[in-house]
């Protein structure tokens, strides 16, 4: 069953879609957050696709627009920033926790891109269960600075906004932009996790974000990081996505079996 859905976020309004899984019993969510100039479709109807795959297997899925993005009112180049995407993520975590069909014990966050990064900053709150990073930016100013061009990204750095395009989408980016993304760290959040699992999921030929940056943090936090390189995928994972949505299934599964386990539970 899908419902439209809407919650406050910022002073805006967010909204979305909500996938409820079959059954009385209170079942595990999952929140879906876009990329940059992306939306809560995502390219190639990612996430309609995945929300459809996980339904199947007993998971509510909760997608919608970042404020500003998609078919939000609210002005892109104001409202697109990773602090305010992180605002958004903790508001979505109040709106699925007041239902009483999700059971709290599993709400996970599952991010593409630049929506990986802000949930994996995100997912140090203790009512999240897991995390998982498709393609995520882990090396912020690296990875955006690749994605602007050292022109606009000189232009930022002097305080002026930039209109470009990424993909086929034509975006603005103001300043703040980039002083935020200057106050964040991803390895900082993780080492907040004490001991919360994470998965980040990578393809070997994406163009956007270099690969060795997961390797990189996920050997580092080796414990309860995991690694799931597709060879071949792109940064969306065309031709790929059976393969991302077994690994990302897999991981939360076996993240309610070992929660369960741990809490005395029956698996």
Same mark, same amino acid.
């Given at each position: 069953?899908?419902?439209?859905?809407?919650?406050?976020?910022?002073?805006?309004?967010?909204?979305?879609?909500?996938?409820?899984?079959?059954?009385m019993?209170?079942?595990?969510?999952?929140?879906?957050?876009?990329?940059?100039?992306?939306?809560?479709?995502?390219?190639?109807?990612?996430?309609?696709?995945?929300?459809?795959?996980?339904?199947?297997?007993?998971?509510?899925?909760?997608?919608?627009d970042?404020?500003?993005?998609?078919?939000?009112?609210?002005?892109?180049?104001?409202?697109?920033?990773?602090?305010?995407?992180?605002?958004?993520?903790?508001?979505?975590?109040?709106?699925?926790?007041?239902?009483?069909?999700?059971?709290?014990?599993?709400?996970?966050?599952?991010?593409?891109?630049?929506?990986?990064?802000?949930?994996?900053?995100?997912?140090?709150s203790?009512?999240?269960?897991?995390?998982?990073?498709?393609?995520?930016?882990?090396?912020? *100013?690296?990875?955006?600075?690749?994605?602007?061009?050292?022109?606009?990204?000189?232009?930022? *750095?002097?305080?002026?906004?930039?209109?470009?395009?990424?993909?086929?989408?034509a975006?603005?980016?103001?300043?703040?932009?980039?002083?935020?993304?200057?106050?964040?760290?991803?390895?900082?959040?993780?080492?907040?996790?004490?001991?919360?699992?994470?998965?980040?999921?990578?393809?070997?030929e994406?163009?956007?974000?270099?690969?060795?940056?997961?390797?990189?943090?996920?050997?580092?936090?080796?414990?309860?990081?995991?690694?799931?390189?597709?060879?071949?995928?792109?940064?969306?994972?065309?031709?790929?996505?059976?393969?991302?949505?077994?690994?990302?299934?897999?991981?939360?599964?076996?993240?309610?079996?070992?929660?369960?386990?741990?809490?005395?539970?029956?698996?």
């Amino acid at each position: 069953m899908i419902k439209q859905i809407h919650f406050k976020s910022r002073g805006s309004d967010v909204w979305g879609f909500a996938h409820f899984a079959n059954g009385m019993q209170p079942k595990p969510a999952i929140i879906m957050c876009h990329g940059f100039t992306g939306d809560l479709v995502e390219s190639g109807r990612l996430f309609v696709e995945f929300a459809q795959k996980a339904n199947h297997e007993g998971y509510h899925v909760f997608r919608y627009d970042f404020v500003g993005s998609g078919s939000s009112p609210e002005d892109f180049a104001e409202n697109t920033f990773l602090g305010g995407w992180i605002k958004d993520i903790q508001n979505a975590i109040d709106f699925v926790c007041k239902h009483k069909s999700v059971d709290k014990s599993y709400v996970y966050l599952v991010g593409l891109s630049f929506g990986g990064a802000a949930s994996l900053l995100a997912g140090k709150s203790k009512r999240v269960a897991a995390v998982v990073g498709w393609s995520p930016v882990i090396r912020l *100013e690296e990875t955006f600075r690749g994605i602007f061009g050292l022109a606009n990204w000189q232009l930022l *750095e002097s305080g002026k906004e930039i209109a470009d395009c990424y993909g086929d989408t034509a975006y603005r980016a103001n300043p703040h932009f980039l002083t935020d993304l200057r106050q964040h760290d991803i390895p900082k959040a993780i080492e907040q996790y004490d001991g919360k699992p994470f998965l980040i999921v990578q393809g070997t030929e994406d163009s956007v974000v270099n690969p060795a940056h997961a390797q990189n943090l996920v050997r580092d936090f080796r414990t309860t990081g995991s690694l799931q390189m597709i060879e071949g995928a792109d940064h969306v994972f065309n031709f790929k996505r059976n393969l991302l949505y077994t690994a990302t299934l897999k991981f939360l599964k076996n993240v309610q079996k070992s929660k369960s386990t741990n809490d005395g539970g029956i698996v």
